[in-house]
């Protein structure tokens, strides 16, 4: 089968660091990307990583350890536009044309003041 | 900045009706999806749509669903006979490369 975990919800301050964990086990991997959505909104682009190690991109870093299959996205210098549900998408076993997305239910973010 | 656009942002049809939904990906993107989301539950990839055809769905994309890509710029997806369960926000994607799959904003069904 094919699962992706992250937990339900995470409350951060204002200015803090905060980390949010995603574990998944897939048939295949062919890159893990994160998406943020706010609420009533689509999904945007954050980050992908198909190889071990860490992305940065401005206040936003995500790790990847396939051995594991455990990614991490980490948050910087917290904002109050920063509340949102964030999701873990893995694409799976890579086929022709195949670019399917396999999504987590996604880690709700409270940022406050 | 080039975006997805979709219409219409909100549909209301009884059970039993056909809706299409439309999306205009951006234009010089060459995969195009379609993924729905019921209110809070995790995005479901529903189809993905390139060289004129289908190259994956899932196990929701049954025959009450298709996709056509009618001319150069829109992307349909029909519900040929719609459900209750059928109520949730409708998502187009379309990518120029594997790496970032750009969202448009959204249709959101109910079906009464």
């Known amino acids: 089968g094919q699962n992706i975990d992250q937990p339900t919800e995470m409350t951060a301050t204002e200015g803090a660091i905060v980390q949010i964990n995603c574990t998944y086990q897939t048939s295949g991997f062919n890159g893990l990307f994160w998406y943020q959505q706010h609420a009533g909104e689509a999904p945007t682009f954050l980050s992908y990583?198909?190889l071990d190690g860490l992305e940065e991109k401005g206040r936003f870093s995500s790790f990847l350890s396939r051995s594991k299959g455990y990614s991490y996205l980490l948050l910087k210098e917290l904002q109050m536009k920063d509340s949102a549900s964030y999701l873990c998408a893995v694409r799976g076993l890579y086929a022709g044309n195949n670019r399917k997305l396999i999504w987590g239910l996604g880690t709700s973010l409270a940022v406050n003041p | 900045e080039p975006e997805v656009t979709q219409t219409p942002s909100h549909q209301v049809t009884q059970m039993g009706q056909e809706v299409i939904l439309r999306c205009v990906p951006i234009s010089n993107h060459l995969y195009f999806y379609w993924y729905r989301q019921i209110l809070g539950q995790k995005v479901e990839f529903l189809v993905s749509?390139?060289?004129?055809?289908?190259?994956?769905k899932s196990e929701i994309f049954d025959d009450q669903f298709s996709v056509e890509r009618p001319d150069g710029s829109n992307f349909t997806l029909k519900i040929r006979s719609t459900k209750l369960e059928d109520s949730a926000m409708y998502f187009c994607a379309s990518s120029e490369t594997e790496n970032e799959q750009f969202f448009g904003p959204g249709t959101r069904l109910t079906v009464l």
């Open positions: 990583n198909v």
């Open positions: 749509f390139y060289n004129n055809e289908i190259s994956e």
